[in-house]
């Protein structure tokens, strides 16, 4: 009987990690960040001074703090990621008006620097990738993330052009996407579309992950010191608590 048991276990443990493992595939991977990883958030940054700058800014940090944080020399720095306009103690502000970001896009493009913290690192990972073409929005294209989102898709000569792609939903008039309530967003995809991007989908991806791991330091850029400093802080007081109850023993041995 124990036996049978024990087979009736093992069955329903292989069949729960076999749909583990399939969900973890079929459902998207969590994007965590990682502070340390300097190249990553290298990489980042290159992205974020070519394709986000111009409409964002991330004004709680400064170029020299970045400079610092992330092992770039400050003479590389001022040469090719340094604004003509900006010296290296200044903040990273955007050069657009917010009348002009007003005129062109209905809403001025929200400051990135705490981004990352209010909404998650992952959500912007995802957000990147969530672009669809959509003829009924301004700029062509919508975002499954953030339905009606007037952000342009300016990573798309990169990852190629997307349309989303929905079973047993009738397509509304008008390619009107946008109309679709959440729930029904589940019950699409997005899926490559006929113009090709630059990169492959896993290079893609990379991108998307170095500018998410990027603005989730620029929204703490002292975590990484912070949590190494801890570290040695809890391992200096597991040393002193030793050595305390070590002189705690001495002094009482007389008197207990
Ligand atoms: C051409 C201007 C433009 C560029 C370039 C641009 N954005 Fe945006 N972005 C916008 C606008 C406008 C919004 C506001 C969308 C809205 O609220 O409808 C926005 C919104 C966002 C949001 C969402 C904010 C939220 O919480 O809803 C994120 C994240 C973001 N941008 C990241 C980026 C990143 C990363 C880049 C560079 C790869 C970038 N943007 C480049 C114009 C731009």
Redesign the pocket.
Known sequence: MSYLLSRVIVFFLLILSASAALSADVVHKKMTPNYDDKASLQRGLA??SN??S???QIKYVRYSRIADDLSIPKSLFEENLLPKYARMGDQITSTMTKAD?KAW?G????D?SL?AG??SPD??YR??QSFYQDSSRPYGVNNAL?P?????N??EHLQGERVLSCQGITKPSGNKYSALTNSSYSKCDIVDGVKKGQLTDQEFKQVAYD?ANF?AYASDPSRSDRESLGLKVLLFLSVFVFVTYLLKKEFWRDIA
């Open positions: 992205i974020y394709y986000c111009g409409c964002h970001a896009f809403v001025i493009p929200p990135l981004e209010r909404r959500w912007v957000y990147l953030s009606d989102s007037m952000m342009p300016v990573l500018v603005l």
